[in-house]
């Protein structure tokens, strides 16, 4: 049995200061420190806040091995950066690839407080294994959770994409989940939205509205606009993910509500590839459940929630239209989503909740109370966001900031393979 003493605890819900959690892979018991009993293991916590580890409701482990990587790159429009870029990127990627960019991108959002990743994953070189290939790497060796598709879409050969999802989605432990994956209407002809929903009835995970482009290309071809064509082939699955919805119409909102699918916002990301900003306010008008994501960009989670918070009050013409409960529903909604797929509970640090946990430094530099928690942790925690243990499944991935793997040859090899994918997309 482990335990963390001395423990201020926040779990976006409940405040307790002085506490002390015993776990094994669930939490089995908090208290205030007058009752601890002691435990074989011990965390000393003090001057930390514990908090439950982040999840991120939409990634791209596949964006790894972009950093640094110089391409011509002279975009007019958002089809262009998947051209320039995106696509050049992941029709290269192989098993090699894809287990290095799943290990580092591992070690990265462990160091950022992450313990569980829903990601949306392609590689042109290896369609079939590639979401085991990932799982492996994330969650055998490297110790998070992880929830994962293969990006279907009319760029490969379908019927390998939709085996690959199918294959996946067999295999289930509390630790990995499979979701149906498809990339974008723009990369999805009529045949294949129906080939595949008549082949599978569960929750999707795609890309939708995230630029203009994507909602012209829909009118234009099909004379529809993005979510209604979904709804048209009956892929508004209850609990899928729909990942940013920039450009939706209240209409479109209704429709993503009635069929109780969650929309993934990745600011940061929308920001960086200038496509505009998604209506936060009007999704809450609709009772659309929003979580947050971060498109592959980074692994900085308490950056991105901190850009979601700032931004959507930018959007709103207010700063009241996003609001620390605004952002608090997010993180709980991501939660709530990734709890469904992995049948587990996350989130809370109560008994019968995994023990997915971090442990933040945080010294108050003013008075701390159950009312004024959620400020300090946006604009205080979050400001300078740097965990020093990491819980997975109440395994101990990060202590004392050192990470129990042999990061530095992980890295020299990882930059071996980047070199070489990048010879053969520069060459
Ligand atoms: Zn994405």
Redesign the pocket.
């Known amino acids: 049995m482990k335990a963390i003493i001395n423990a201020n605890i926040f779990d976006y819900e409940n405040f307790y200061e002085h506490y002390y959690i015993i776990f094994d892979k669930n939490i089995l018991e908090i208290g205030p420190m007058d009752n601890f009993k002691g435990a074989d293991q011990i965390i000393d916590a003090k001057d930390n806040l514990v908090l439950p580890g982040f999840v991120v409701g939409?990634t791209?482990i596949y964006s790894t091995f972009a950093r640094g990587l110089n391409l011509p790159f002279n975009p007019f429009n958002f089809k262009d950066i998947l051209e320039q870029l995106w696509w050049k990127l992941d029709s290269r990627l192989g098993k090699e690839e894809n287990y290095y960019s799943a290990l580092i991108a591992g070690i990265e959002f462990i160091k950022n407080g992450v313990t569980t990743v829903i990601d949306?994953h392609a590689s042109g070189l290896q369609i079939k294994g590639s979401l085991n290939t990932l799982k492996t790497a994330l969650c055998d060796e490297i110790g998070l959770r992880g929830i994962f598709c293969f990006e279907t879409s009319d760029r490969f050969n379908v019927d390998e994409c939709i085996e690959e999802n199918l294959e996946f989605l067999e295999t289930h432990s509390d630790m990995h989940a499979g979701l149906f994956g498809l990339h974008a209407s723009l990369s999805l002809s009529d045949k294949t939205l129906e080939k595949i929903s008549n082949i599978f009835k569960g929750p999707i995970h795609i890309?939708t509205a995230e630029s203009i482009d994507d909602v012209e290309d829909s009118l234009s071809k099909y004379g529809v606009r993005v979510i209604t064509r979904l709804e048209k082939f009956g892929l508004l699955r209850e609990n899928s993910i729909l990942?940013h919805c920039v450009h939706t119409s209240e209409d479109e909102l209704e429709l993503i509500s009635k069929h109780n699918c969650y929309v993934a916002l990745?600011v940061s990301s929308n920001m960086n590839n200038a496509v505009g900003l998604p209506n936060y306010k009007l999704m809450k008008k609709h009772n659309v459940k929003v979580i947050a994501g971060n498109?592959?960009l980074g692994f900085n989670f308490a950056r991105e929630l901190l850009n979601l918070y700032f931004s959507m009050k930018l959007k709103g013409n207010s700063p009241l239209s996003f609001t620390p409960d605004d952002l608090r529903d997010v993180i709980k909604n991501t939660y709530e989503i990734a709890s469904r797929h992995l049948k587990i509970k996350l989130g809370k640090i109560e008994p019968g909740y995994v023990a997915d946990l971090i442990v933040v430094p945080y010294l108050p530099p003013t008075p701390l109370n159950n009312e004024n928690i959620l400020g300090h942790v946006i604009y205080g925690l979050y400001d300078n966001f740097k965990p020093s243990h990491v819980i997975v499944n109440g395994k101990t991935l990060m202590e004392n900031y050192e990470i129990k793997l042999p990061v530095d040859e992980i890295y020299n090899e990882a930059r071996k393979v980047a070199e070489n994918l990048w010879k053969t997309l520069e060459g």
Do not use: K, L, R, V
């Open positions: 939409h791209h949306h890309h990942a990745n498109d592959g």
